[in-house]
């Protein structure tokens, strides 16, 4: 049976240029920091692919500590959120204006930092759009941070965070501005200058480097203020930022994942938004109901409602056909509660607990979109009549 893998939002498989950096690099065995030869050459891969990553994010030559590398999206986003929200704080500024969809690993890092007393802000995603108006409102001269997706992980919506992010600095020129764009690099078009944040976060394993690789893009003069403090503590690496070895091979490949995917970008925008285009005319052609945001989407993501029936039993069935979809993100799919990011989006628990979500790459194609149409109308039609019985 052969592998029909639509959940690229969950995780990518490596693309040819990583493979190859891996192959090139595995034996590069030497520690970064040393000093001789060995771990010079391990340094000189690192800087290669700090080179590749910031060229990604419109940045030529970056500053020390302008990149950092870490292990994940995961940490990149604590990484941004407990550094700026423990470092020397201004205490008069205490609120985090965020958006009621984010994914967990900036939600539960900010339900922490509610409990040790900071205010947050959490602003209406319904429909797939922010509430501009709730967001200007809440910034000023006690905002300390704002932290906003690119891309949500489930819906696709692509935020309008720009202006807010302008604003939020034009009130108040000390207020941080951080983007978790994990889901949105090399998926929109974007620079770290035109984005307007000061801390990105992005994931490696998202475009087609292995799992264990993650970075941070964090603005020269949040590094000169010292406004962002270790949260990792140890030997100093990365700019004295993320202490720990480097992943010299995992680096290795997300500059060169990320290489590729920046040299074919406008190829794979293209390519993804027009099969995202047949998806969902050939889905809604079936009858299935689409959770589509309402403004601006990323190319990749299509979530759907099936009808009566659990996603995750519709997974099990597809699953069974090599079809691999996804019942809301990976990372909420082991939660028992309903979805944040859905109910966000104005989804009832029924709703969301029907919805399925397809995520495409430039290298899926229409027949596995056929396929998945076959699949699931079949599957609706099995399971609807299960369920009578
Ligand atoms: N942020 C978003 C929007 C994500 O979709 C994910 C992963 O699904 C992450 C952060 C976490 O990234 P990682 O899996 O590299 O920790």
């Known amino acids: 049976m052969t592998t029909i893998y639509l959940d690229n939002s969950a995780t990518t498989p490596l693309s040819d240029a990583a493979r190859e950096a891996i192959r090139e690099t595995m034996d590069h065995y030497g520690n970064p920091s040393s000093l001789h030869a060995v771990g010079l050459a391990a340094e000189h891969i690192i800087s290669r692919a700090r080179t590749q990553i910031a060229t990604a994010l419109g940045v030529r030559n970056p500053a020390p500590g302008q990149l950092i590398f870490t292990a994940c999206g995961t940490e990149a986003n604590n990484t941004a959120l407990l550094g700026t929200a423990y470092a020397k704080a201004r205490r008069e500024a205490t609120r985090i204006v965020t958006t009621d969809s984010e994914h967990p690993s900036v939600e539960n890092v900010l339900q922490k930092l509610e409990s040790d007393g900071f205010e947050i802000v959490r602003i209406s995603t319904r429909g797939g759009e922010l509430d501009r108006e709730a967001a200007m409102a809440a910034l000023g001269e006690k905002t300390l941070l704002v932290t906003m997706m690119m891309v949500n992980n489930e819906t696709g919506a692509r935020y309008d965070i720009e202006p807010i992010f302008r604003e939020a600095k034009r009130r108040n020129p000390n207020t941080i501005t951080h983007c978790d764009a994990v889901q949105g690099f090399l998926k929109c078009k974007f ?199």
Do not use: W
Request: proline letters at 4%; charged letters at 20%.
């Open 191 to 389: 620079t770290a200058q035109s984005l307007g944040a000061d801390l990105i976060s992005i994931s490696g394993h998202k475009i087609h480097a292995p799992k264990g690789v993650g970075a941070l893009y964090i603005d020269p003069a949040l590094l000169r203020a010292k406004r962002i403090v270790p949260y990792l503590i140890g030997g100093g690496q990365e700019n004295g930022l993320r202490s720990g070895t480097e992943n010299t091979i995992g680096i290795a490949a997300f500059g060169a994942a990320a290489e590729d995917g920046f040299r074919h970008l406008d190829e794979h925008l293209t390519q993804m938004s027009e099969l995202r285009s047949y998806a969902i005319e050939r889905l809604s052609a079936e009858g299935f109901l689409l959770n589509l945001p309402s403004g601006a989407c990323a190319p990749h993501i299509i979530n759907l409602q099936l009808p009566a029936i659990k996603s995750e039993t519709m997974l099990h069935f597809l699953s069974a056909q090599g079809i691999c979809v996804s019942s809301g993100s990976a990372c909420s799919s082991h939660a028992k509660h309903t979805s944040p990011s859905l109910a966000a989006f104005g989804l009832t628990a029924a709703q969301a607990d029907s919805s399925l979500r397809v995520s495409l790459s430039p290298y899926s194609n229409r027949e596995e979109i056929d396929a998945l149409l076959d699949a699931l109308t079949r599957g609706a039609r099995t399971l609807v009549r299960m369920r009578r019985r």
